[in-house]
């Protein structure tokens, strides 16, 4: 069964250094999503994107925050200048379409450590 | 706004027994509801989603889900539980505005089966 990958699954950072997570979606599908959850908290959505532009975006994903798919596989999240509350688990998600039935289907997640 | 609420932190329960997991939903318009498994260093797995029909919706692992529109619940449950069950469910509703849709998840309830 397909899934969706995520490299690495734990970074390390120092603040204020840039980080780039890396995901491989599922190969056919066409809209990628970012979460993230904070250690004790809620998975929180970030950013939605379709057609190599931002469907929409959170309050969270803030000018730091970039998404790239720079080729035909990967999904990146960048994140310009790393802070301490950046420190979380991200979760990238693909899914086929966005009827009422099509399913978001998640990888296994790249914890971030900014120290 | 949509939003989940999973009231308990954890569940125990014996291995053989039956098992409930808490979700209760705040929706304007349809409830698109869905449940999710974490576990140890894996993705999010997609169990099983309600959209419309049967209140009863039956999904992977021979989990199952009641969907209580009065009582606005999304109990997940399972007759028998195995040691294998043991993991992180997630409840989360489908926020369908502007069609390219986000999922607001729960806080997770860490269910532990006991041998």
């Known amino acids: 069964e397909p899934e969706v990958t995520q490299t690495p699954s734990h970074q390390v950072t120092q603040m204020g250094q840039e980080v780039i997570l890396r995901c491989v979606p599922i190969?056919?599908?066409?809209?990628f999503y970012w979460y993230r959850q904070i250690l004790g908290q809620k998975v929180e959505f970030l950013v939605s994107?379709?057609?190599?532009?931002?469907?929409?975006k959170s309050e969270i994903f803030d000018d730091q925050f970039s998404v790239e798919r720079p080729d035909g596989s990967n999904f990146t999240l960048k994140i310009r200048s790393t802070k301490l509350e950046d420190s979380a688990m991200y979760f990238c998600?693909?899914?086929?379409?966005?009827?009422?039935?099509?399913?978001?289907?998640f990888g296994p997640g790249t914890r971030l450590t900014v120290l | 706004a949509q939003s989940v609420a999973q009231p308990e932190d954890q569940v125990n329960v014996a291995e053989g027994n039956p098992l409930t997991v808490k979700c209760t939903y705040s929706?304007?318009?349809?409830?698109?509801l869905f449940w999710y498994v974490q576990y140890p260093n894996r993705g999010l797995q997609f169990l099983l989603k309600?959209?419309?029909?049967?209140?009863l919706v039956k999904g992977s692992y021979g989990f199952e889900a009641e969907f209580n529109k009065s009582q606005t619940s999304f109990h997940l449950k399972k007759p028998s539980a195995l040691v294998s069950d043991s993991a992180l469910y997630f409840c989360a509703v489908r926020d369908m505005k502007y069609n390219f849709n986000k999922f607001y998840f729960g806080s997770g309830t860490k269910l532990n089966v006991k041998p």
């Open positions: 929706v304007s318009g349809n409830p698109y």
């Open positions: 309600y959209i419309t029909g049967d209140n």
């Open positions: 998600a693909s899914g086929a379409g966005t009827g009422v039935t099509d399913t978001q289907y």
């Open positions: 994107f379709y057609n190599n532009e931002i469907s929409e």
């Open positions: 190969s056919n599908h066409l809209y």
